[in-house]
């Protein structure tokens, strides 16, 4: 996925109709790299998103709504205090590159106008929001770029704000076909989609991949362009250039087999043939909220939960290794037998055996009395090489029992950290990463960091949906919402659903005294299937059965239950 210049100059256009003239009422930082302006104008209110992060940098309207940390960074009460209240008076980009400039009218703390500056820059890692006053001098900036940064351009208070440098390359709407032909065709040594992206200014590769397809049916090296596909290439770009002055974007995305997002352009994309679905969106900031709203809920709960992730990977790591340990342990007590039967064997021949001896050769009446050579200490006697052999088998035995005891324990541990990375990555707010980390920390793998008891927000309520024939339908955020929902708050002659042999949350359906149909437990079961590690797998096994067929085992982890009464349903995960 890329952004290039020529979409960020439709998301402009975009930008400048709606906004324009809009005053800046709230302005919110959900994670360190983005910002979330509220705009008021005459037609209503508008949220401004805007990210530097680097897997998805970007600038549009957005529908969705975002969480916000309960005491905001510094950085976003500096943003406040200087342009809340301010006017959007220009939005400006720097020819066709992937910057641009938000000009606010302002007023500072004694009242005076100012001029105010948003910069933001699109450029994957480099990606970057910075404030300048009128003059450019930088006021501050989501990312400070220093010396040991970049010997080029330094990013500080108080520092002069310059653009990136230019890149060289030749503009599409201000260059002629000619030039830019000519450009391209002596790329010697590349692909003509290569060639075209490091010529021409503002295309993104699924763009440059769209020309050559359109003008060669191939991505062709440079030296096979003949004259007809240079003239085809020709037309498609002066296509394109129609599109950029008479500003006529065709907005649309590229999903694969499984429903996730491949790329998006501003024209048509021909060059996946029927292999992926192509959807069309009015807008590019209805296109950007539907394409990186999951990439951007798990980089912001992988930035919140960091710390969780990592605690929750060493301890999987140390109990994997625990295991390992225990099994080989378990596989040195598979000849405890062999101990017994020498034990026995020594014993049964007592009146023909001597001290003294490094071996004894006996006839085994458990093997057909072949003969069997039993090592043994020459300083025992022969009643003490019997006993010896009889504590051995003894210890070996007791071994066997406890080391299978401790690794069903520590295979239980994994099962339920594997549930918690599985609800983790699910989390959609700071109040379910509170709530798992109460959870972590109840269950000792987090240590409080101090006496005082830690202080939840309000308990979200489950996730709830409602079948097509009317049935609710409840899924559980967490462990110990599993376990609330299981076993306090559903009734015998509800529904519960699991997924088979994967961590996931528990699934109610709640019958309201009726029968409930074979609709609703698919149903169901394609929302448990969603709300489960298995997700993006086809043909899932989800596991149902009446609540009250299921048990608590004593002294287990939260969200662990056992059941054997049970039906299994197969089915393919829908998000909708």
Not at 347 to 366: A, H, P, Q, T
Request: glycine share 4%; hydrophobic share 35%.
């Amino acid at each position: 996925m890329a952004l290039d210049g020529i979409t960020l100059s439709f998301i402009r256009d975009e930008l400048v109709q709606n906004l324009t003239g809009a005053k800046v009422e709230k302005i919110y930082q959900p994670s360190k790299c983005e910002l979330v302006f509220l705009m008021r104008t005459r037609a209503g209110a508008f949220r401004l998103y805007m990210s530097c992060q680097a897997i998805s940098p970007r600038i549009h309207i957005t529908q969705l709504s975002y969480e916000n940390p309960q005491k905001p960074p510094m950085l976003c009460m500096l943003f406040r205090k200087r342009l809340v209240g301010a006017t959007l008076k220009e939005i400006n980009q720097v020819s066709l590159d992937r910057i641009l400039e938000l000009v606010f009218d302002a007023s500072n703390e004694i009242g005076d106008r100012e001029t105010l500056k948003l910069y933001i820059e699109i450029m994957a890692q480099r990606s970057n929001i910075v404030l300048t006053d009128a003059d450019d001098t930088v006021i501050d900036a989501v990312k400070r770029v220093d010396e040991t940064k970049s010997t080029y351009r330094e990013v500080l208070p108080e520092g002069k704000y310059l653009l990136p440098p230019e890149q060289n390359k030749l503009n599409i709407v201000t260059n002629s076909n000619e030039e830019i032909l000519e450009t391209v065709r002596h790329k010697n040594g590349k692909k003509l989609s290569d060639a075209i992206l490091s010529s021409v200014l503002g295309v993104s590769p699924v763009v440059c991949r769209e020309l050559a397809y359109r003008s060669a049916g191939d991505d062709i090296p440079t030296d096979e362009i003949t004259g007809g596909v240079l003239l085809k290439l020709g037309s498609e770009i002066s296509g394109i250039r129609q599109q950029i002055i008479n500003s006529e974007p065709d907005p649309q995305a590229v999903y694969d087999s499984d429903g996730q997002p491949v790329d998006f352009s501003f024209t048509d994309i021909t060059q996946y043939g029927n292999a992926f679905e192509i959807k069309r969106f009015d807008s590019f900031s209805l296109l950007l909220d539907a394409f990186c709203e999951e990439k951007d809920r798990a980089a912001r709960i992988k930035h919140r939960a960091g710390d969780l992730f990592k605690i929750i990977g060493s301890a999987k790591e140390r109990i994997t290794k625990k295991i390992n340990l225990q099994t080989a342990e378990l596989e040195k007590c598979a000849d405890r037998e062999k101990l017994r039967i020498y034990a026995e064997l020594i014993n049964s021949n007592l009146y023909r055996l001597e001290k003294g001896s490094v071996f004894y050769d006996i006839e085994n009446y458990y093997d057909s009395n072949n003969v069997v050579r039993i090592p043994v200490n020459p300083a025992f006697t022969p009643v003490q090489n019997s006993q010896k052999y009889y504590k051995e088998y003894r210890k070996a035995a007791t071994a066997e029992k406890m080391l299978g005891d401790l690794i069903a324990g520590s295979r239980d541990e994994l099962e339920y950290l594997d549930s918690v990375l599985d609800e983790l990555s699910r989390a959609d707010t700071e109040q379910d990463i509170a709530e798992i980390r109460a959870e972590l920390s109840e269950n000792g793998y987090l240590r409080r960091r101090s006496k005082e008891k830690i202080k939840l927000p309000k308990t979200l309520a489950p996730y709830e949906f409602t079948t097509s024939d009317g049935f609710k339908v409840l899924v559980g955020r967490n462990n110990a919402q599993n376990d609330k929902l299981t076993f306090r708050q559903a009734k015998n002659y509800d529904m519960w659903l699991h997924v088979q042999s994967f961590a996931g949350s528990h699934t109610l359906i709640i019958s309201d005294n009726r029968e409930i149909t074979d609709r609703a437990i698919e149903e169901a079961a394609k929302i448990a299937a969603r709300f489960s590690s298995a997700d993006g797998n086809v043909k899932i096994p989800v596991d149902y059965t009446l609540v009250k067929n299921l048990k608590k085992p004593p002294d287990s982890k939260p969200g662990k239950v056992i059941y054997h009464i049970y039906n299994t349903i197969y089915v393919n995960p829908e998000k909708e």
